[in-house]
């Protein structure tokens, strides 16, 4: 069993900054992909940003240049740092993670409960 959890949200006014951390653990023997997919009210989960168990980044239009994500692969944990916010991310932000559980199992995704950031005007 494979646990994400996330942390780091709130309420922030526009143009502040949050970071979002988020821990994997249990069951994992590696973590390939990991990323940030926010969820708007009404709206479908979207792509924020992702990074590769090697480093590299692919972000949204939406958040280029103002949102970076990084990870400590030696803590399993990934990062959201979100700057110069507008009231149109406020969303609940759910991290992901593709994990190998054993050397013998298949790659299987892995989503956690979700961290509320909401950005007033």
């Known amino acids: 069993h494979v646990q994400l959890v996330e942390s780091g949200g709130g309420l922030v006014q526009a143009g502040g900054s949050l970071r979002l951390p988020c821990a994997a653990s249990?069951?994992?023997?590696?973590?390939?992909?990991m990323g940030w997919y926010p969820q708007g009210p009404g709206k479908q989960r979207e792509l924020a940003a992702t990074?590769?168990?090697?480093?590299?980044?692919n972000y949204a239009d939406s958040v280029k240049g103002r949102f970076t994500i990084s990870r400590d692969n030696t803590k399993n944990t990934v990062y959201l740092q979100m700057n110069r916010l507008k009231p149109e991310d406020t969303a609940v932000y759910y991290c992901y993670a593709r994990v190998r559980k054993t050397r013998y199992s298949y790659d299987t995704d892995a989503w956690g409960q979700g961290t509320q950031v909401t950005v007033s005007s």
């Open positions: 990074i590769t168990s090697g480093g590299t980044t």
């Open positions: 249990g069951s994992i023997l590696s973590l390939h992909a």
